[in-house]
């Protein structure tokens, strides 16, 4: 009884730790394959193709009278094409693409599922203002400060900057000048 209630844990801790991703990805591949399916089939709606010209230099190169069945896949913005056609006219290469919504909806889906599991929205709803005890020990614990914080905290506990600067500040308006170029060398 204690095993199996051990493989059982163990299991969900593998699923946890990367296996999702492998569950997601397979859904993808699934989603893709149908995809392609679909568009062996011709049972796309011709409203739907993006044209994307890529250019081309090949020398000799000679145009193509019509589109040609192309499979693959690119990434715009964010949103997933695939290539349906192709065709090559002068010095460019013509794709017609259609959005993939199955792969992207199984994608945002696994993000979803990541970001629950992995608590990353409750963390963004904690990370709101922070208290100025959090703003003295980035000032005072970091090896760089910067002056844009050292002036916040004072400013926001009504404290004029009169004689006290920031240190890196004050090293800066006290750069000395060089009177001249360095002599050259006398001795050779």
């Known amino acids: 009884m204690k095993k199996s209630i051990a493989i059982i844990f163990l299991g969900l801790q593998l699923f946890n730790m990367g296996g999702y991703q492998l569950l997601f990805k397979h859904f993808e591949e699934?989603?893709?394959?149908?995809f392609i399916e679909k568009l062996n089939n011709h049972a796309y709606n011709e409203t739907e193709l993006i044209e994307i010209?890529?250019?081309i230099s090949?020398?000799?190169?000679?145009?193509w009278d019509s589109y040609q069945r192309y499979d693959g896949e690119v990434v715009i913005n964010g949103v997933?094409?695939?290539?349906?056609?192709?065709?090559?006219?002068?010095?460019?290469?013509s794709f017609l693409c259609i959005p993939n919504k199955d792969k992207m909806d199984v994608i945002?889906?696994?993000?979803?599922f990541y970001a629950l599991v992995n608590d990353l929205q409750g963390r963004q709803e904690k990370q709101e203002v922070p208290s100025p005890l959090a703003k003295l020990s980035k000032i005072f614990f970091t090896e760089y400060p910067s002056t844009q914080d050292f002036q916040s905290i004072h400013s926001s506990n009504n404290y004029e900057m009169n004689s006290c600067e920031h240190p890196a500040?004050?090293?800066?308006?006290?750069s000395a000048e060089v009177p001249e170029r360095p002599p050259y060398l006398l001795f050779a």
Not at 30 to 34: F, I, N, Q, R, V
Not at 108 to 112: F, I
Not at 169 to 174: A, G, I, M, P
């Open 30 to 34: 699934k989603s893709s394959s149908h």
């Open 53 to 55: 010209k890529v250019p």
């Open 58 to 63: 090949l020398p000799y190169q000679s145009n």
């Open 80 to 93: 997933h094409f695939n290539y349906v056609k192709r065709k090559l006219v002068n010095d460019s290469m």
């Open 108 to 112: 945002d889906a696994g993000n979803v």
């Open 169 to 174: 500040e004050s090293l800066l308006h006290r």
